[in-house]
């Protein structure tokens, strides 16, 4: 449909079902089956005694927005922030990573399906307060003249993260693209819906007669999942995938987020920022005894929040068999049981055999399996709205293939892992160690 028609719709209300999960139950293999994913087509009316929100939606153009034509062909959105001022020479983190991605998708990657989100805006204040104190905010953002006199500073007292002059708005630019990425996701159900219906209207083919929406890609740094509520951690700033979930609950009515956390340490900080929370649920999958120490697979939320948090520690040398095996019996029941409105993924790249920070054993191959089948759960659970954001990867080699073999499993083509990856660097996985982790988990989960 052109752009040149004015339309204003008013879907009054989206339905928001009731909450589900364990409520201050001690036992947390209580199950629950009444929530259903939120649906266009099925809420256009309110049933007796739902909650509602209204929801605006124009197709006038918005310059910060993709147009209702280009949601309508994408099947993958990403947005980059480089976050090039925010560097440390011989630092892990530094910022070469996210151009050594980019290079390589530039080199493989062309057409209509594939939209770089390049209009959004910085998080403001308010939004990285929805997540962390703001005490540290404004700390932090004062600590920018501190960082533009010295050239660098750390802000962690004696551990790894560090801030340059640029540190402060780049993360919040960091945040603010995750956060447009969630937009876009969500609006574009929306925009197929109105497209399909004015397409039929007009008897018009659509371009792509589908309610799924494209999946978003974070090319973003500072990285975030360790970050936690009271400050900085593990070269994280600000906690960028905590940070999208609350604004996909406060701005778009989503009650539900599933976050899927598969980088190589735990994502700690938004263990702890959803802790209490029974609407959001924090499944990290990370190799035991690695930094930061935490994720203890006894540890499952305390509160109303209790069940809602998984973690399933890996022993060193896990590879493709204990990752496909944990994503089955683990990943796939518990995003089913929970039935959220939306998957997020904390995607950490530093799994990776070649990755010099940890001793797993994923490939290129493992994280083009992952991508694609969070992608066949997202579709399955929640309409396919689903966010990545990259989180660590410091081989840039492996970093920058393994990103661009997700892209390739997001946008439904044949995976080229074995153009990367060599089976000579992999030995046998320690799997007895391996079942014996998951049979836990599922026993304390009740999967």
Do not use: W
Request: hydrophobic content about 40%.
């Amino acid at each position: 449909m052109g752009t040149t028609m004015s339309m204003a719709l008013t879907v009054r209300p989206l339905f928001l079902p009731g909450s589900c999960g364990i409520s201050g139950s001690r036992s947390i293999c209580k199950k629950n089956h009444h929530l259903v994913g939120f649906n266009l087509r099925n809420h256009l009316e309110k049933p007796k005694g739902a909650s509602s929100i209204c929801c605006s939606l124009s197709t006038e153009k918005d310059p910060l927005l993709p147009s209702i034509q280009q949601l309508a062909d994408a099947r993958l959105i990403y947005s980059v922030s480089a976050a090039l001022g925010h560097n440390k020479e011989s630092h892990p983190e530094c910022s070469a990573r996210v151009p050594a991605i980019v290079t390589a998708l530039d080199k493989n990657f062309r057409g209509s399906e594939i939209l770089e989100l390049a209009n959004f805006k910085s998080a403001t204040i308010e939004d990285i307060a929805n997540v962390h104190d703001k005490a540290y905010v404004y700390g932090l953002e004062k600590a920018m003249d501190e960082a533009s006199a010295s050239g660098l500073i750390f802000i962690e007292g004696s551990g790894p993260t560090y801030a340059t002059s640029t540190t402060f708005q780049d993360s919040l630019f960091a945040a603010g693209a995750g956060m447009a990425l969630v937009d876009s996701v969500v609006m574009s159900r929306l925009t197929a819906f109105l497209s399909n219906v004015m397409d039929y209207m007009h008897q018009v083919a659509a371009s792509r007669n589908t309610l799924d929406p494209p999946t978003g890609f974070a090319l973003i740094r500072p990285p975030g999942h360790h970050a936690v509520p009271k400050g900085p951690m593990g070269f994280c700033v600000f906690g960028n995938v905590a940070i999208a979930a609350r604004h996909a609950q406060r701005a778009h009515g989503l009650k539900r987020v599933f976050i899927i956390d598969f980088d190589v340490h735990h994502g700690n900080g938004t263990n702890d920022a959803f802790y209490d929370d029974p609407d959001i649920f924090f499944l990290s999958t990370h190799q035991d005894g690695s930094y930061p120490g935490t994720g203890k697979i006894s540890d499952i939320g305390k509160g109303k929040g209790e069940g809602t948090t998984l973690n399933l520690p890996l022993p060193g040398g896990s590879g493709d068999i204990a990752m496909r095996s944990a994503f089955e019996e683990i990943i796939v029941p518990c995003v089913q049981r929970f039935k959220p409105d939306l998957i997020l993924v904390s995607a950490g790249y530093d799994a990776h055999v070649l990755d010099p920070l940890a001793n797993l054993q994923f490939t290129t191959g493992t994280y083009y399996s992952l991508a694609k089948d969070i992608k066949r759960l997202a579709k399955e659970v929640c309409g396919g709205r689903c966010v990545f954001f990259l989180e660590g990867g410091y081989n840039l080699e492996s970093l920058s293939s393994s990103v661009a073999d997700s892209f390739r499993a997001l946008l439904g083509e044949e995976s080229l892992a074995s153009e990367f990856d060599n089976p000579a660097y992999l030995y046998d996985e320690p799997m007895r160690k391996v079942r014996a982790a998951i049979d836990r988990a599922k026993s304390i989960h009740c999967l």
